[in-house]
């Protein structure tokens, strides 16, 4: 698949995000495999995908174009903070590597643009996760091949909200050439075709579909607790 037929393949369609965080019960290779092939059984035009390991695990299991993202550390720019990690999915068989193009400082001292060339040369392409219009214009502008909305609400100056911020949806789909993609807190499928109304290319949902443990905190929650502490 060229590079323009694959994002072509995305265009207007769901990706689902088969992650679970660390100690959580799903967080098994097999288990997120299984989440991915029954993304696919659903309809879902790419699924997204933490650490190597899983992304090699999921290409082998199923025929849609894998985004790989390689969380490492919890603070500052961990996904997919630097080169090394971004060549490590290319090889497990990502088609797209999904890496923070937030302004802060990555672990290596590299620049998001060494990452993006680095990934270019190695065939696949580039989802640059951000958090602000600012941030979504520099990473287009040093070659993104996609600009997703993932970091607004995570990083220190973005929208702190509940909902999935469509406003920067609209903001980026305005002024970008690359492909915006919604991400971040679409939690039901009328928020996933208001991001496309918005200007979204293709709309990214995780915990609503893919995550048990903080569904079932929700509920709980809902009905008044009691909320464990593992479930906190
Ligand atoms: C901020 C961050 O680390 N986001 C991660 C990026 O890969 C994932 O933990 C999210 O689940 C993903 O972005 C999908 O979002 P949601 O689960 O809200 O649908």
Request: proline share 7%; hydrophobic share 50%.
């Given at each position: 698949?060229?590079?323009?037929?694959?994002?072509?393949?995305?265009?207007?369609?769901?990706?689902?995000?088969?992650?679970?965080?660390?100690?959580?019960?799903?967080?098994?290779?097999?288990?997120?495999?299984?989440?991915?092939?029954?993304?696919?059984?659903?309809?879902?035009?790419?699924?997204?995908?933490?650490?190597?390991?899983?992304?090699?695990?999921?290409?082998?299991?199923?025929?849609?174009?894998?985004?790989?993202?390689?969380?490492?550390g919890d603070t500052g720019v961990f996904?997919?903070?630097?080169?090394?990690?971004?060549?490590?999915?290319?090889?497990?068989?990502?088609?797209?590597?999904?890496?923070?193009?937030?302004?802060?400082?990555?672990?290596?001292?590299?620049?998001?643009?060494?990452?993006?060339?680095?990934?270019?040369?190695?065939?696949?392409?580039?989802?640059?996760?951000?958090?602000?219009?600012?941030?979504?214009?520099?990473?287009?502008?040093?070659?993104?091949?996609?600009?997703?909305?993932?970091?607004?609400?995570?990083?220190?100056?973005?929208?702190?909200?509940?909902?999935?911020?469509?406003?920067?949806?609209?903001?980026?789909?305005?002024?970008?050439?690359?492909?915006?993609?919604?991400?971040?807190?679409?939690?039901?499928?009328?928020?996933?075709?208001?991001?496309?109304?918005?200007?979204?290319?293709?709309?990214?949902?995780?915990?609503?579909?893919?995550?048990?443990?903080?569904?079932?905190?929700?509920?709980?929650?809902?009905?008044?607790?009691?909320?464990?502490?593992?479930?906190?």
């Open positions: 698949m060229t590079a323009t037929s694959l994002a072509d393949s995305l265009a207007g369609r769901l990706v689902v995000s088969c992650q679970a965080p660390p100690g959580d019960p799903m967080r098994q290779t097999d288990t997120l495999v299984r989440m991915a092939r029954a993304a696919q059984d659903g309809g879902a035009a790419a699924v997204r995908v933490n650490d190597p390991v899983v992304v090699a695990a999921t290409v082998a299991a199923v025929d849609l174009p894998v985004i790989g993202l390689w969380k490492d996904i997919t903070p630097t080169v090394r990690h971004a060549l490590a999915l290319v090889a497990a068989g990502a088609k797209i590597v999904a890496a923070d193009a937030t302004a802060r400082p990555r672990p290596d001292g590299s620049t998001f643009t060494e990452l993006v060339d680095a990934v270019h040369n190695a065939g696949a392409l580039v989802m640059a996760d951000v958090s602000n219009l600012a941030e979504g214009r520099a990473a287009a502008a040093q070659g993104a091949d996609f600009v997703s909305t993932t970091l607004s609400g995570y990083v220190p100056g973005s929208p702190q909200q509940t909902a999935p911020d469509l406003n920067l949806v609209a903001e980026l789909a305005a002024a970008v050439d690359a492909p915006v993609v919604a991400e971040g807190r679409i939690a039901t499928p009328a928020q996933a075709a208001e991001a496309l109304a918005r200007g979204a290319s293709s709309v990214v949902v995780g915990t609503a579909i893919t995550a048990p443990t903080a569904l079932t905190r929700l509920f709980v929650t809902g009905l008044g607790g009691p909320v464990t502490s593992k479930a906190a």
